[in-house]
């Protein structure tokens, strides 16, 4: 299957500075990324949707404004969380979607793991 | 609206072992129903799907039916190995194309 890459894997940083976090669909063009939070022992949580070229979409209760989201091209998506502070410590997974002739496709990255000190 | 809930884990088999991970929803509709398996330090991987009632998806020995009257795909395996062992995630997929609802996953561990 086609390959979507995280970076960074994993981040520490202090609170109140911004974090920003990669995806990249490195052997398709993907016309919707996803990002999920992840809570450990617990499901992950859609946080929003980016389409190329426009604003991203987000799930209710997600501040847009602390989470923003750049879909720059089909190969890149970047979340950034703004002025980080311990309670945004999380698992992150992005996402890389297409649809197909078949129906769609979906990968997901192998997720980046924050720290707020 | 959706959800999915799975089998409190974690499970711990011995391999060989018959596996079971259940895995019931609600959704509104008629959702497509997949399986992912995450390996450690990789990223979520479709194991396999079912998109319509009395499907039944399959793949490297693993089998789901979706069970539109007990709302259940049941994720089932008869002989785990010991690289069987990872975490394994439900999820429904609505209208939207693309948006998954998780279960919270069950770390499956197999010992030789």
């Known amino acids: 299957g086609a390959v979507v890459s995280q970076h960074p894997s994993w981040v520490i940083c202090k609170s109140g500075t911004s974090v920003k976090i990669e995806c990249r669909s490195l052997?398709?063009?993907?016309?919707?990324m996803f990002w999920y939070r992840q809570f450990p022992k617990q499901s992950l949580m859609l946080m929003a949707t980016?389409?190329?070229?426009?604003?991203?979409?987000?799930e209710q209760g997600v501040e847009k404004d602390k989470f923003l989201i750049n879909h720059a091209s089909l190969t890149l998506s970047t979340l950034t969380v703004t002025s980080a502070h311990p309670e945004d410590s999380s698992f992150y997974i992005c996402?890389?979607?297409?649809?197909?002739?078949?129906?769609?496709?979906?990968?997901f990255g192998p997720g980046t793991r924050l720290t707020v000190l | 609206g959706d959800s999915v809930t799975q089998m409190e884990g974690p499970v711990t088999l011995s391999e060989e072992a018959f596996l079971t991970i259940n895995c019931t929803y609600t959704?509104?509709?008629?959702?497509?129903l997949f399986w992912y398996v995450q390996y450690p330090g990789e990223g979520l991987q479709l194991l396999l799907k079912?998109?319509?009632?009395?499907d039944k998806g399959s793949n490297k020995g693993f089998e789901a039916t979706y069970r539109k009257e007990t709302t259940s795909f049941h994720l089932e395996k008869g002989s785990v190995q010991v690289s069987d062992s990872a975490v394994y995630f439900c999820?429904?997929?609505?209208?939207?194309?693309?948006?998954?609802?998780f279960g919270q996953g069950t770390i499956l561990t197999v010992h030789p």
């Open positions: 996402s890389a979607w297409r649809p197909t002739s078949g129906g769609d496709e979906q990968f």
């Open positions: 052997d398709f063009q993907a016309t919707t």
């Open positions: 980016s389409n190329e070229g426009s604003k991203a979409t987000y």
């Open positions: 959704a509104t509709g008629y959702p497509s």
């Open positions: 079912a998109t319509k009632a009395d």
């Open positions: 999820a429904l997929r609505g209208t939207s194309y693309g948006k998954l609802t």
